[in-house]
């Protein structure tokens, strides 16, 4: 089945300028995630959504990043006035709570090829 | 605060040399430790889930095990194409869906 997909593949822009990246999670998926990539560095939770709701915001870096889910599907990164470090790979993963092999929990994420972002 | 280490940060083997790379860990009741492979330009690729401490599993030349304070990714008889980046990470009862992942190993298999 089609897995995750995330666009731009590629987003080159001017600093203070305004970016939408889209993430259109795994069908009936209804966990979606934000994560930041910079070079030499791990993955950096920014924000997470369960429905359309995002209860847990605490990894977005500051008040110039947004993110929105509709419909429980698509969900759109937005980051307002980019800054040069904002360059970076921002990956999309879904997932869906239930219950895996043995009975045990699985929230096992599967991530999209990312989108690249580049701020001069 | 959820913490992974991983070592090495990069690993270099000849094809058929087996090796094992460690992730250490630091969480407020383990619900979930995962490994990743990522290749250069994609997103990652899931690898295993391990749910308590001595669980093991396998997929084809990889086994991964899980004590109370890390887990190794053993690697048989490498292949090139094996070479990739290998993420560890780990999410806990108390914050639920947060994953807090480690920085990578870099593995490079020579012919």
């Known amino acids: 089945g089609a897995g995750v997909s995330q666009s731009p593949s590629n987003k080159v822009t001017e600093k203070g300028k305004d970016v939408e990246l889209r993430c259109d999670p795994i069908?009936?998926?209804?966990?979606l995630y934000w994560y930041r990539q910079s070079l030499g560095q791990g993955l950096e939770f920014l924000i997470y959504f369960q429905g359309n709701s995002a209860p847990d915001k605490s990894g977005l870096p500051s008040d110039r990043f947004s993110a929105e889910r509709t419909g429980g599907s698509v969900s759109t990164l937005t980051i307002q006035r980019t800054q040069q470090e904002d360059s970076a790979v921002y990956l999309c993963?879904?997932?869906?709570?239930?219950?895996?092999?043995?009975?045990?929990?699985?929230?096992?994420?599967?991530f999209g090829p990312g989108t690249r972002l580049t701020v001069l | 605060e959820d913490q992974v280490t991983q070592s090495p940060e990069a690993l270099r083997l000849q094809e058929g040399e087996s090796s094992s790379l460690n992730c250490s860990y630091t969480v407020s009741g383990l619900r979930g430790l995962f490994w990743y492979r990522q290749d250069p330009g994609k997103g990652p690729e899931f690898l295993f889930t391990l749910y308590s401490a001595g669980e093991e599993k396998e997929k084809e030349r990889l086994k991964a095990t899980l004590t109370k304070k890390e887990s190794f990714l053993h690697i048989t008889a490498p292949k090139p194409e094996d070479s990739a980046t290998y993420l560890c990470a780990v999410q806990a009862w108390t914050t639920y869906q947060k994953v807090t992942f480690g920085t990578g190993t870099k593995l490079q298999v020579i012919p």
């Open positions: 069908s009936g998926h209804t966990a």
């Open positions: 993963a879904s997932s869906s709570p239930g219950q895996g092999e043995n009975g045990a929990s699985t929230d096992t994420q599967y």
